[in-house]
């Protein structure tokens, strides 16, 4: 069976997205003819925005996990990890002093971010890795961004070694790119790491169309070994769910929310709904300061707030909800956003409220499986009609979008020249 050497930083017991792609992609790979071995960062050398150990019954016994030590940039902002911002300080919107000068440190000394103190580790454990198991093929997973370094130095030392760069969000166009005050000088050495990985790369994926359409602008010539693998569910985390009768209206949010999130014209909608039966149900984490604005906004009707909770019972919350509500930030070039959970959502067969932009992917994929519609962040009216209407969920075939037929697609990535 040919290997695959997966550089990702985010690896159990971190819980998020990005975990979970390519920990469902090492799952279903032997059934394609790859064994995966994973290279990751030591957990307790690594900063997780969240942790969940449940993820771990997912990882394969027969797949190796090898774990570096790292150097922790972050640990001269707090010594306590679970206050370092998540998204690399993007989550932290203060406009103090120490707010300001941790974006700006950040932005401007740690190109393309600090959690590259895990690079000098991982690139000497892979050389050894390519050797000692005789990889076909290496990945290298972003974000965060720093990854792809890795992998840059790994093809320049082993030229004829396949390399695939996996960028699974934008890189110098991420909506928070400006919190972090880059110069001009640090704009342009972010922006030549980018290209330089865009070109040097054997294979470049990207999880959706108008992502890739953004990288091969910057180098052209990457369009024709660019691929688009889109995010997606695993179809036996949604086996055997039972659901329980209610006669409460659940709309259920799942995911982080920050300012960049608009919620203000759903909350009119929701204050606007002429029924008492209505539970605005969040899970994850939620600031204290929006927390407030929702309850006030809910003009009487039930909130509840659930902090991070493991995979499996996120899924479950979703498998019990009336309505799901997916949010897009609202920032430049947020067409291109699709959130990992979007996928679970349709796996769950409950109808999606998205809010964000109409002519957006997410919004395409959702009118395409007539799983529900996507709403302007002010369209107070019809948002409210939405959620008031009786909505019947589309049954078509969303298996394109299994773990297991993505997992195959990019199999043919790995055995593609």
């Given at each position: 069976m040919k290997k695959a050497l997966i550089i990702t930083y985010y690896w159990s017991p971190s819980g998020g997205a990005g975990v979970q792609r390519w920990l469902k992609f090492a799952k279903y790979l032997p059934e394609f003819g790859w064994e995966p071995v994973i290279l990751t960062v030591a957990a307790e050398c690594a900063v997780y925005p969240v942790i969940d150990h449940s993820l771990k019954s997912e990882i394969v016994e027969s797949i190796r996990v090898y774990r570096t030590a790292a150097t922790d940039w972050f640990r001269f902002y707090s010594a306590d990890r679970s206050k370092?911002?998540?998204?690399g300080f993007a989550s932290n919107h203060g406009k103090s002093l120490k707010n300001r000068i941790s974006r700006f440190v950040r932005g401007n000394f740690f190109i393309p971010d600090p959690r590259r103190g895990w690079n000098r580790f991982a690139f000497a454990k892979a050389c050894e890795i390519i050797e000692s198991e005789k990889i076909d093929v290496v990945v290298t997973t972003s974000p965060p961004h720093s990854t792809q370094l890795i992998g840059l130095k790994l093809k320049k030392r082993f030229k004829e070694l396949k390399w695939i760069a996996d960028l699974r969000d934008p890189w110098t166009d991420i909506y928070y790119y400006d919190m972090f005050y880059p110069t001009l000088i640090s704009r342009k050495i972010d922006g030549a790491y980018e290209k330089s990985v865009l070109k040097n790369a054997d294979k470049i994926i990207t999880v959706g169309s108008i992502l890739r359409d953004l990288f091969v602008s910057k180098a052209p010539a990457t369009a024709s070994k660019t691929e688009v693998i889109t995010n997606g569910f695993d179809e036996s985390d949604f086996e055997n769910r039972v659901q329980c009768e209610s006669s409460t209206f659940t709309i259920t949010y799942v995911g982080t929310l920050s300012e960049k999130y608009r919620i203000d014209g759903y909350l009119e909608a929701v204050a606007d709904l002429k029924r008492d039966d209505v539970l605005l149900r969040f899970v994850g984490a939620v600031p204290e300061s929006i927390r407030a604005r929702i309850v006030e906004a809910a003009n009487g009707k039930q909130v509840e707030f659930i902090d991070y909770v493991p995979h499996n019972e996120a899924i479950n919350y979703m498998a019990n909800s009336s309505l799901l509500l997916l949010l897009i930030p609202d920032a430049?070039?947020?067409?291109?956003?699709?959130?990992?959970?979007?996928?679970?959502?349709?796996a769950s067969r409950k109808p999606i409220l998205?809010?964000?932009?109409?002519?957006?992917?997410?919004?395409?994929?959702?009118?395409?499986?007539?799983?529900?519609?996507?709403?302007?962040?002010?369209?107070?009216?019809n948002i409210a009609r939405f959620i008031s209407d009786n909505h019947s969920v589309g049954s078509g075939d969303i298996s394109e979008f299994s773990r297991r037929s993505l997992t195959e697609r990019l199999a043919g990535v790995f055995d593609s020249k």
């Open positions: 370092i911002p998540s998204a430049a070039d947020n067409r291109l956003i699709i959130t990992g959970k979007l996928f679970e959502y349709i998205c809010i964000g932009p109409t002519d957006g992917e997410a919004a395409g994929i959702i009118s395409k499986l007539n799983n529900g519609a996507c709403f302007d962040y002010s369209d107070r009216e």
